[in-house]
């Protein structure tokens, strides 16, 4: 990443979370499926369950993004898709320094609304997501979660 990282375009920026929208959950029904978790109706009964999907959603998170995040601050939508999660500091006409996110804001804050996006089957947490990405059109670019965590999305090469 180079000093003047242009923004992300907001195409690119919602084709890389549909990329992780799809990964992060196959991965965890995968986990689900080799854990034996929901494996008999006996597991249905209590909500341990719904715990242990849970668990095995962020490791599935992590597994797929947590290197790529730490290294690049890139999940593997960004990655491919040629863009990345940066400081939001020294912006100049437009153009962002690229210094990496610390680790503890892309995992802790950012990573936070990934989960979000699939709440939307509980109608009184609906609208976060929706907001959350809405917040892509204004004219930063920079979804709430950007705003949060104090991070942008540029391009790389």
Request: with cysteine; glycine share 8%; net charge positive.
């Amino acid at each position: 990443m180079g000093d003047g990282a242009c923004l992300a375009g907001r195409f690119r920026r919602l084709v890389a979370t549909l990329i992780d929208m799809i990964m992060v959950p196959s991965l965890t029904l995968v986990l689900v499926m080799i854990s034996g978790v929901v494996e008999d109706a006996e597991d249905y009964t209590n909500n341990w369950w719904m715990l242990w999907v849970f668990v095995l959603a962020i490791v599935s998170y992590l597994l797929l993004n947590g290197y790529g995040l730490w290294q690049r601050g890139q999940t593997l939508g960004k990655k491919l898709l040629g863009i990345a999660i940066v400081q939001a500091t020294g912006s100049e006409n437009g153009k962002y320094a690229s210094a990496p996110a610390p680790l503890w804001k892309l995992i802790c804050l950012r990573a936070l609304f990934f989960p979000l996006l699939f709440v939307v089957i509980v109608p009184s947490f609906a609208a976060l997501p929706i907001i959350d990405q809405l917040f892509i059109f204004g004219k930063r670019r920079r979804c709430l979660h950007d705003l949060v965590s104090g991070t942008v999305v540029v391009r790389v090469s």
